[in-house]
């Protein structure tokens, strides 16, 4: 499957966007999706996860109440909606796709979309 990630930019503190990520492919609703960010100088994170079925998420301590991740299996897009931003969020997101179990490791996800930036100004 192949990824794009659309949708940052600057934004204040406080403000929100929504990320999004097109999959291509006809097996999209095959694979577990995740979102993750590296910011300068940092290792890549994990932010949020979506099983296949889209019935169960999870996030990181750090977005949890603050971001939520959707994705429509008829439209093979991912979505992670991020309410509250604050500076610290600044980073390159990424979209990422694993065969089987969701997982929290950047390791085990097998297909990456290009990122895209967020800037989150004080």
């Not at 990520?21 to 995740?34: D, E, I, K, L, P």
């Amino acid at each position: 499957v192949q990824l794009q990630a659309s949708g940052g930019g600057l934004v204040q503190a406080g403000g929100s966007l929504r990320l999004s990520c097109a999959a291509s492919g006809r097996a999209f609703s095959s694979y577990g999706m995740g979102w993750f960010r590296q910011a300068p100088g940092k290792e890549r994170e994990f932010v949020a996860r979506i099983r296949r079925s889209g019935g169960s998420t999870d996030y990181a301590d750090s977005v949890k109440g603050r971001f939520t991740i959707s994705r429509d299996n008829a439209k093979n897009m991912v979505y992670l909606q991020m309410n509250s931003l604050k500076p610290e969020d600044t980073a390159v997101y990424y979209c990422a796709a694993i065969f089987g179990s969701i997982s929290y490791s950047p390791d085990d996800y097998i297909s990456w979309g290009q990122g895209t930036q967020v800037t989150v100004s004080s």
